[in-house]
DNA sequence: TGATTGGTTAAGCATATACTTAAGTATTGC
DNA sequence: GCAATACTTAAGTATATGCTTAACCAATCA
């Protein structure tokens, strides 16, 4: 996940996905690249979770998975919890020092 | 910031480090690699700016930079902001469709 | 039906990444 | 001072990544 959004075209594309579902060729305007090049990316996305899509006729439509976003953002939220409460710990042994 | 993230082995060094500061070679001790692998993995953090460290005699410290960090869990709640603001603005869409 | 649109497959290539070993250089403890 | 500790530097290597072009397939539309 975190491998997948390391590529700023990546982003790109996962930033234009939150706005909203979009087939290949729109994730490709903005982009300067060839289009296999976009697959290839979206390809990494899947992979990863992060973004799904489903072929209709001739054209894929993208979208993100949403729970899959919000399983990395917890990631780093878990390490700052984790350093929260250290400080906390660490406020009330001092706390206790006040005291004793 | 991403970038430094997408790998096992610096994820494992910003758990480690999320539970306090440590030395270069306590963050090797999980590891099964080479201190030099190790170094190279930090540099790789403290460039993106997620680390930083300073050295006291022949030990470097290190620690997270947390700020830095919840940079990274911005860009991925703002993404999930738009999209639930997009969510929104369809309720309402359709809470006039209702009433009208 | 034949051109166009939207995407896919395959092959190749240059650069970046994640290591390795070997040989340093400072501190620190005895 | 001498050895051990805690890195640091340098050089090399294998694999992964991010592209490219060329050729292909399948749905649409004039």
């Given at each position: 996940m975190f491998q997948a959004l390391a590529d700023p075209?990546?982003?790109?594309?996962?930033?234009?996905?939150?706005?909203?579902?979009?087939?290949?060729?729109?994730l490709a305007r903005p982009l300067t690249m060839s289009l296999p090049a976009v697959?290839?990316?979206?390809?990494?996305?899947?992979?990863?979770?992060?973004?799904?899509?489903?072929?209709v006729g001739r054209v894929r439509t993208c979208h993100i998975d949403w729970a899959a976003l919000k399983t990395a953002e917890d990631w780093m939220?878990?390490?700052?919890?984790?350093?929260?409460?250290?400080?906390?710990?660490?406020?009330?042994?001092?706390?206790e020092q006040e005291k004793g």
């Open positions: 075209s990546r982003r790109i594309m996962v930033e234009r996905l939150s706005r909203g579902p979009a087939s290949v060729s729109e697959v290839q990316h979206l390809q990494v996305l899947e992979a990863s979770g992060l973004v799904r899509s489903e072929k939220l878990e390490r700052r919890k984790n350093w929260e409460l250290r400080l906390d710990r660490l406020g009330d042994f001092l706390a």
